[in-house]
């Protein structure tokens, strides 16, 4: 039998000589250029690294074909970054432009550094989810086809970093996104009577619901679900596989905006919702592609150098920033939710728009 | 030419982004289970819904974790996706490879799998995408043999993911991959075997800038800080505005808390460190020229999730300061206790930063040990319900 407990293999064994001479000893990077960084040791010893995009759902030919690269001029050294890029680490100052053409050649856009659009960290969706609202893959191939030229260039005011999660559960974590996509449900989980009492446990399905709307229904050995308390997350769902929640005419996808993680000048910020519904319109999602393409644009017209989406919109305020992007402000947009007077205007200060 | 069964995604192998497309199409010439996908994936472009029965209950001995069940609710039209399985196999930590460990990732996966992979999961992850539920067990053999293991899933300590930290940063205040690593291995009975209330996720992050999004993204975050003075070379800084970066502007003015000022005719920065938070954006902006202080650890913070169930959540500072040095025994111990505290007193399906908003910060920090210091909050309460333990109040009698 297989061992286990054995853990992942060990990074150590992974890391190129460069690294493992200068481990801990770096004294500064550079930008060369788009997709290029420079990284120098305090021993003056020089490490590039070359950022590449990729779709994340990869096959395993379109592996090897990195391997190929990675050996003809990375010594078989390369690493995957948070947002699903790769990245190709060469000692060899000499062989950076050859990997370039070599990557132009097979089509693999290289950027994601400095001010520019990185990759789109994503969920499963449609491939291989059981509680998606949208597909993954999908929409970010079509956002990024539009938004590839800020991929690989750094003209932004700062860094733009996009996200996409399928439903609510968020296993992309898109909500501190400079610009989340996120697919919704807007319709009650059909409750599947016939179902509920061999594969569901009632007292965890109704312990299930955030907002208290689901009651048992003991004459059905089933449950009931309050429509004007159910806001779709699904949660319900994960644990009771007869409450399906998919509607193909109604799920759809929301934008959400001015999210950030890094510490950097301000704290973390929450996305927030700038779009309630946008609808699933497959192949090619124009209308999710189009607001997204509007609000990185109005950002780029308007934001001052190194201001993130969100302190760029904290600065001019959100009046603003509707007016500027022309998105309708709706009553979706004032919360309900537990927290919700915080983010009440509790001030006479505002703009007119 | 014949037809294409898969006219809509066909459209996505235009564009200049790489196409997912092009990948399907890789793997399904060799596999039917992955042209299956790729049909079934047709039907949910044209129905717009979803074909995945909701999950159920797969594994390979010993574990209680680690792939994830998945089946079609079409098998009569896609039965080569009748069953097909995630595995999640732990990435090394980092995200580095050679070129011959990621072939031999390839070669396993080609014999008992779809050949499709995500690179990598939202947890970090190497996702191995679909299997049918007999080549699970000899996958993970094979897996095992050529050193992987798998990742977390259920309520259990899910894969622990750090940035790149000081394999290539100048910017790393601690060892984040030797951290997680170390946490990695130290936890692999509660990574492997579920017994949690909820999923618990620890990610380590060597500086304020946090690329793995710790703060947002882990129940127990570990960022990089330090103590003490940053280092000024002003040589280096007058290197940078020569070069053309307007001081003033863009980093004197942008600095959060004003400690910083320079001197036009002096060319002179100046720093006054007892207001600096550490933020990162002045050596973001000059790292030749800027220096953290020598006194190097990590702040750690509780409680990030994504909104399932009361909303998203950031992380809260619980200890400021931390010098993290291996083998890390006071931040395991600190773990441990967390975990025990979560384990006890969660309710099926709470985070911990939703436990600890139901029976407040300070039961949590009573129960794990930790002091009250301001570095915790924003600002005291603003309103007077206040609750006393038993001992701040004289009996009667007394």
Redesign the interface.
């Known amino acids: ?11 150590k ?3 190129p000589p460069v ?1 493992q001479k200068n ?2 000893k ?4 550079e930008i060369v250029k788009p997709g290029v960084l420079k ?1 120098v040791g305090e021993s003056g010893d020089e ?1 590039y ?1 070359v950022r590449a ?12 074909e ?3 690269i ?2 003809k001029f990375c010594n ?7 947002r ?1 890029n ?1 990245e190709f680490l060469l000692s060899d100052k000499t062989k950076v432009d050859p990997l370039l053409a070599e990557l132009k050649s097979k ?3 290289v950027g994601g550094t400095g001010h520019s659009v990185t990759n789109i ?1 994503h ?10 609202a949208t ?1 993954a ?2 929409p970010v ?2 956002v ?2 539009e938004l ?1 030229q800020y ?1 690989t260039s750094m003209t932004l005011p700062s860094q733009v970093r996009i996200a996409l ?1 399928c439903c ?6 898109v ?2 996104s400079d610009i989340a996509i996120l697919g919704i449900h807007r319709t009650i989980p059909k409750v599947d009577h016939n179902r509920v009492p061999n594969v569901c446990e009632i007292p ?1 399905t109704v ?2 619901c ?1 907002t208290g709307a689901i009651r048992p229904d003991p004459k059905n050995k089933s449950v009931t679900i309050n429509e004007d308390k159910c806001m779709y ?1 699904g ?1 319900c ?3 009771c ?1 007869a409450l ?1 929640l ?4 109604n ?1 759809g996808i929301s934008i959400w905006v001015g ?1 950030k ?6 704290a ?1 910020m ?1 996305s927030k919702l700038a779009i309630p519904f946008l609808p ?1 319109n ?3 999602w124009p209308e999710t592609v189009a607001a997204v393409k509007k609000i990185v644009e109005t950002y780029a017209k308007h934001a001052r ?2 201001e993130r989406v969100g302190e760029w919109i904290e600065r001019v305020g959100w009046e603003r920033f509707f007016r500027l992007t022309g998105i309708e402000f709706t009553d979706k947009h004032i919360d309900d ?3 919700a007077p915080s983010t009440y205007r509790t001030t006479t200060q505002f703009k007119w728009g | 030419m014949a037809k294409s069964e898969t006219p809509l995604l066909d459209e996505l192998e235009k564009g200049e982004w790489p196409s997912f497309v092009k990948d399907l199409k890789q793997a399904a010439a060799k596999k039917p289970m992955a042209k299956d996908l790729m049909r079934q994936l047709e039907l949910s472009y044209k129905d717009k819904i979803g074909h995945w029965k909701h999950g159920g209950i797969v594994g390979v001995k010993g574990y209680g974790g680690g792939v994830i069940g998945r089946y079609s609710d079409r098998p009569d039209l896609f039965p080569g996706v009748e069953h097909f399985h995630t595995m999640r196999v732990n990435h090394p930590t980092g995200w580095f490879y050679t070129t011959d460990a990621l072939r031999k990732v390839c070669d396993i996966w080609d014999q008992y799998g779809s050949g499709l992979t995500n690179m990598h999961g939202s947890t970090g992850d190497i996702i191995l995408l679909g299997t049918k539920t007999e080549f699970l067990q000899p996958c993970f053999d094979a897996l095992s043999d050529a050193g992987f293991d798998l990742g977390g899933s259920g309520s259990a300590l899910r894969t622990p993911s750090a940035c790149v930290g000081p394999a290539r940063c100048e910017w790393a205040c601690i060892d984040s991959l030797d951290i997680c690593y170390n946490l990695t291995m130290h936890f692999q009975d509660q990574l492997h075997r579920p017994m949690f209330p909820y999923k618990f996720k620890i990610k380590t992050s060597a500086c304020a800038n946090d690329c793995v999004a710790s703060i947002a993204r882990s129940d127990f975050s570990i960022i990089g800080t330090w103590k003490g003075k940053i280092e000024i070379n002003q040589k280096e800084v007058q290197a940078y505005a020569a070069s053309g970066i307007n001081i003033r502007e863009e980093v004197v003015d942008l600095c959060p808390t004003h400690c910083m000022a320079w001197d036009e005719g002096k060319k002179e920065l100046k720093i006054a460190d007892e207001d600096c938070t550490r933020c990162m954006h002045c050596i973001n902006m000059m790292p030749k020229a800027l220096k953290q202080g020598k006194e190097k650890g990590a702040t750690l913070l509780i409680g990030g999730k994504a909104p399932i169930l009361q909303g998203a959540q950031l992380s809260t500072v619980i200890v400021p300061f931390m010098k993290l040095e291996p083998p890390y025994t006071e931040l395991k111990e600190l773990i441990a206790k967390i975990l025990d505290w979560w384990d006890e007193n969660g309710k099926m399906r709470e985070r911990v930063g939703e436990l600890i908003n139901r029976l407040g910060m300070r039961t949590f920090l009573r129960g794990v040990g930790l002091k009250p210091v301001p570095q915790m909050v924003k600002s005291p309460r603003t309103n007077p319900y206040v609750f006393f333990w038993p001992e701040d109040i004289k009996k009667e009698g007394k």
């Open positions: 039998m297989a061992k286990t407990d054995i853990g992942p293999p060990s990074y064994n992974f890391l690294i481990y801990g770096w004294s500064y990077h990284h490490l690294s995009g990729s779709p994340r759902l990869i096959s395993t030919d379109h592996i090897r990195i391997c190929e990675a050996d078989g050294y390369l690493r995957f970054t948070s699903h790769i089509q693999y856009p960290v969920t499963q969706g449609w491939v291989h989810c059981h509680t998606p597909d893959s999908g191939k079509a990024m086809d590839h991929f999660a609510l559960n968020m296993c992309g974590a909500h501190c965890t312990a299930s955030p997350c949660n769902y994960t644990v596989p399906p998919a509607d193909g005419e799920d999210g993680v890094s510490n950097a000048r301000s973390p929450f699933n497959p192949p090619r150098k190194h939710f537990t927290m």
